[in-house]
């Protein structure tokens, strides 16, 4: 299975920012080695002018949330089958910030887990537990219950589509990554904990830069990276990459 690196653009980048990225962005992935995948996450209103630029690249497309259901009364909701429309492969699944600030719960992020792969849309799952938790000797039980509670009812032959990120929420944005050693041993309980999650990707995000991606995926189950801040400017997302992809 190819790693995969996604950028996770945040609440950045007007369209006239993301056509700038994408210039200099998508002459740079013409170095990287085939077996390594690239997406990127721009907000929503600049979806369709990245969907446009990437056409024909090996650069896909990530939306930053979806909705569970398909069309209603759901007031700045966005459905899978507009973000399909849009070229749109992936999708980011209760990313931790969506959790605190959003009312993100398990239940809703298995709703979108579940009409994402209904729909043919890639669910990026995020999960991850705070400094607190951590401190108290939590971590394993929080990323267990969210790892199950968003597969629940899923079938088994849909995981390996599926792509889990776990983010220590303590090392995200903040320059303290997580241990490379320790990330992979949370990610191995994760891969056990379902069976059925052997082939699914599993991406490290948490403060992840070109410095120490490669420490991240040489590890047996790291396939890649969640990246946000580090993702932002073309030239050092690709940087990050290739230093991994090497
Ligand atoms: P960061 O964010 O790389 O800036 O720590 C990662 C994320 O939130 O997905």
Redesign the pocket.
């Known amino acids: 299975m190819n790693d995969l690196f996604v950028a996770?653009w945040?609440m950045h980048k007007t369209i006239e920012e993301t056509m700038a990225y994408l210039d200099a962005f998508l002459p740079l992935l013409d170095e990287l080695p085939d077996d390594v995948d690239v997406a990127i996450a721009p907000p929503f209103t600049a979806l369709a002018t990245a969907s446009a630029r990437i056409e024909g690249t090996r650069c896909a497309l990530a939306a930053q949330n979806v909705h569970w259901e398909l069309h209603g009364p759901y007031t700045g909701e966005v459905s899978a089958p507009m973000l399909l429309e849009l070229g749109v492969r992936y999708a980011i699944v209760g990313?931790?910030?969506r959790r605190a600030f959003f009312g993100e719960t398990d239940r809703s992020v298995n709703l979108k887990v579940r009409t994402a792969l209904a729909t043919g849309l890639i669910p990026i799952v995020?999960v991850g537990e705070t400094l607190d938790l951590r401190e108290r000797g939590l971590t394993d039980d929080v990323v267990i219950t969210q790892v199950r509670a968003a597969f629940d009812g899923v079938a088994r032959t849909e995981l390996s589509k599926t792509v889990i990120?776990y983010?220590p929420i303590w090392?995200?944005?903040?320059g303290k990554n997580c241990d490379p050693g320790e990330a992979d041993r949370v990610m191995a309980t994760i891969r056990g904990c379902v069976s059925g999650l052997d082939e699914t990707r599993i991406l490290y995000?948490?403060?992840?830069k070109a410095a120490n991606a490669a420490s991240y995926v040489e590890r047996p189950h790291i396939n890649g990276g969640?990246?946000?801040?580090?993702?932002l400017d073309p030239a050092g997302f690709a940087h990050l990459i290739r230093n991994a992809a090497e």
């Open positions: 996770n945040k990313h931790s910030e995020a990120a983010e090392a995200i944005g903040t995000g948490g403060s992840m969640l990246v946000g801040g580090a993702s």
